[in-house]
């Protein structure tokens, strides 16, 4: 079935390390996504990685991928007030490209 | 345009009402999918639209949601007799035309059409 798993909340303060697990079901899928969503925003793509990849870096952002356990995490360094927002993983399904979309991890940061 | 826009950006309605929600997608963008954020559910994939046809509305949740897209553009979502569940944060996301072997799928949403059902 289709079902991406996220925690609902984390907190961490200023200028530590943010680490946001997302945990999916198809193996099939090819992309997994990272959103960001701020408040009475749509959702903005942050990073995407390839299925046969394990690592992406993008400046302040790492995305690991564990495909035997179906392990997703986003990494953000030095995370400023800034970040805080609700961030989505997704799994692309089948053949029309549809994104499944976890429940969205609440990252609040504090001063 | 040089984002999704969606219309109205609020709406409030009685139960039982018809309610309509406007999505123009990027331009060029033939793919076109419409999502449903409510509070505790996440994001919820209602219907995939490749240029006009739907081949994926698996997510509709009931005969009271309909969607249809016209010249390959602008998408309504319409909702029938409206129930209070109905409240949520409807989505819009466009993308250009994705096959499998063509890469990330990525989609650019719009900011969302809020509907309240008193």
């Known amino acids: 079935g289709e079902d991406v798993e996220q925690s609902l909340f984390l907190s961490v303060r200023e200028g530590d390390s943010s680490v946001i697990n997302c945990t999916y079901t198809d193996s099939s899928s090819t992309y997994l996504y990272w959103y960001k969503q701020e408040p009475g925003a749509g959702l903005q793509l942050l990073t995407y990685i390839f299925s046969n990849m394990d690592m992406k870096q993008d400046q302040r952002l790492t995305v690991l991928l564990n495909k035997k356990d179906k392990h997703l995490s986003l990494r953000i360094a030095d995370t400023q007030t800034g970040d805080s927002a609700i961030y989505f993983c997704a799994e692309s399904m089948g053949n029309t490209g549809k994104l499944i979309f976890g429940q969205g991890t609440t990252l609040q940061v504090k001063p | 345009g040089a984002g999704v826009s969606q219309s109205p950006s609020n709406k409030v309605t009685e139960k039982g009402k018809d309610v309509e929600l406007r999505c123009d997608p990027i331009?060029?963008?033939?793919?076109l999918y419409w999502y449903r954020q409510s509070l505790g559910q996440g994001l919820e994939f209602l219907i995939y639209?490749?240029?006009?046809?739907?081949?994926?509305k698996s997510g509709l949740p009931s005969d009271r949601f309909s969607a249809e897209r016209t010249g390959g553009s602008v998408s309504t979502l319409t909702i029938q007799r409206t129930q209070q569940e109905d409240s949520a944060v409807y989505l819009c996301?466009?993308?250009?035309?994705?096959?499998?072997?063509?890469?990330?799928?990525?989609?650019?949403f719009g900011a969302g059409s809020r509907l309240t059902v008193l």
């Open positions: 996301a466009s993308s250009l035309a994705w096959r499998e072997s063509s890469g990330a799928n990525v989609l650019t």
């Open positions: 639209f490749q240029g006009n046809s739907a081949p994926d």
């Open positions: 331009s060029g963008h033939t793919a």
